[in-house]
């Protein structure tokens, strides 16, 4: 019974990254309806960024604020620049898009910091947390901003004028524009907002994996798997998604013999599979109703 | 956002753009001036060059595949290089552990493609759009992982991979085993155009575009929407399959990271470039996955991937139906020009 609950906390421990990346995730989804395959390499790119600003002296916490403000204006002019004219095409451009995206800024990332490892500092501390050596402070640091985020992006999409726009764009968008929302500049909001919120994903997530141009393509895949099991319309099935992820992969590690760390993969791919056929809304989504 | 959020209407929007079932070959003239340069360019070029071309030829079967798969029935696959890798799979151990004549391999290759392909689309069947490219994509990163697997070892020589003899040219002919491997890959791939084209004009291809036009529609008219988008996924795969088979003799290896989601990703941008639903922009397509990397890091060493990246922009920006859309504007040019 110790076993279980130790791999329990673990897993909690481990999904707070897919959590993170879950969250970033589900807000693009929100505010456009695609999932976003460069999500993981823009997050990747703003960490870089940060890392760079503190070799250059900057306090954590400086840095932290400047990458995640750096995030949310590039976000913006991705959009702009490079969506914005794509937002008619069938969905398939939009995939090249985003694939095209994905190459540039690796090779970018890889250009500029080069491919070898990185250490990522820490604001936590990496001692274990409350006595346990399963989780450290940094993890437990991690899984109180993911819930911070979430408490934020859940005050301002409930209670400012803004979010509701936003929400109102995202499921009406011909309605919306009747009122008065200029529903185009919420799309752009969106991606900043999914950016920023990448950004401080990748932040967190790089002093447990380690700072590298390829760092988030598992990342990404678990990400994804943690979306779509909480439901991509739901931010708060995201996170929670990302905890079941993690715990879900720590108990099938150590209760199912011959999976290791070398089927890690396959077991994202069977349960993104598996979700989507059982339940495509997700566990906290709102099923999705076509008109015919 | 909050659950007493009312239930969302969702007309969904056209995944891929409708291409006349006309508009998807070449002219026999035009057909004929692009197969005589493919018989004839070999024999006067270095043996590397028509390693090159015989990998073209490849890809573009790989493209080709995907090509029906999106193009005709409407659906995405950023999975392609997991069937690719079984189809290599299949031929290499077929050829070194039982000893099978490498010709043989293909059409066994391309069958348990089929297979795999017809089962991968059931699960498929209930998603659309996104839905599918993300499960096709975990496919695709999953891939290496399980042929990696140490329950398959003795089979697959796991990390290190397998090696595969080149064959030789039979009957004395005096052709190096590059070349005849060339003109091999030449008569499977026309065979599996044709045949491409075909499908696309029977019964079953119409049931592929009704299906990737409207599916409401189609099953209305008495199409089995469920039988023919499994079916069009098990085609596709198995085309990849024996693109596969023929990757392996080729490149004479096989191992799990020569399979990775680069290369199903390098497929798609294939199918883009060359324009979606155009069989001949396979070969166009294909050129581009493989020679404009080397372009690219003609260009520059480091960023090769940015301009590969930025060209992918220009091509969606530019001619957003890919090589089609150019040949449309050269035969447009042409009239023109005789014109006056």
Known sequence: ?292 | MSAAEEVEVVTEGQAVEAVPKRAMTLGYGTSLVVLAALVLIPLFVKNFIIFQMTMLLIYALAVLALNILTGGSGQFSLGQSAFYAVGAYTSAILMEHAGMNYALTLPIAGIVCFGFGFLFGQPALRLSGVYLALATFALATAMPQLLKLGYFEHWTGGVQGLVVTKPDAPFGLPMSQDMWLYYFTLVVSIAIYVASVNLLRSRSGRAFMAIRDNEIAASAMGVDVALYKTLAFGVSAGITGVAGGLGAIAVQFVAPDGYTIQLAISLFLGMVVGGVGWLPGSIVGSAFIIFVPNIAEGISKGLSGAVFGVLLFLVIFLVPHGARQVAIIAQQLAAKLKKN
């Open chain 1, 1 to 292: 019974m110790e076993l279980f609950a130790n791999q329990v906390l673990a897993g909690i421990a481990t999904g707070a990254i897919y959590a993170c990346m879950a969250l970033a995730v589900v807000m693009i989804y929100q505010a456009i309806d695609h999932l976003n395959f460069a999500q993981g390499e823009m997050a990747m790119f703003s960490t870089f960024v940060s890392w760079q600003l503190m070799q250059w002296g900057v306090p954590y916490w400086g840095a932290f604020v400047l990458t995640v403000a750096f995030s949310f204006v590039a976000g913006i002019i991705i959009e702009r620049l490079l969506f914005k004219p794509l937002a008619k095409a069938p969905i398939l451009t939009n995939v090249a898009g985003f694939i095209a995206l994905y190459a540039i800024i690796n090779s970018v990332a890889g250009l500029i910091w080069d491919f070898t490892i990185k250490q990522y500092p820490t604001p936590f501390g990496s001692s274990p947390f409350l006595g346990s050596q399963l989780i450290s402070t940094h993890q437990a640091g991690m899984i109180g901003i993911t819930l911070l985020m979430l408490l934020l992006l859940f005050f301002f999409f409930r209670f400012t004028r803004v979010g509701l726009a936003m929400r109102a764009a995202a499921s009406l968008p011909e309605s919306a524009r009747l009122v008065g929302i200029n529903t185009s500049w919420m799309i752009a909001l969106g991606w900043g907002m999914a950016s920023a919120i990448g950004s401080i994903a990748g932040m967190m997530i790089a002093p447990v994996v380690f700072l590298e141009p390829n760092m988030m393509l598992g990342v990404l895949i678990y990400g994804f798997a943690a979306a779509v099991l909480g439901g991509l319309s739901s931010p708060f099935g995201a996170v929670m998604g990302g905890f079941l992820v993690g715990i879900f992969e720590n108990l099938v590690g150590t209760y199912i013999p011959g999976v290791g760390n070398e089927l890690k993969l396959p077991i994202a791919l069977a349960l993104i599979i598996v979700v989507l056929v059982v339940k495509p809304a997700g566990l906290f989504g709102r099923a999705i109703v076509k008109r015919v």
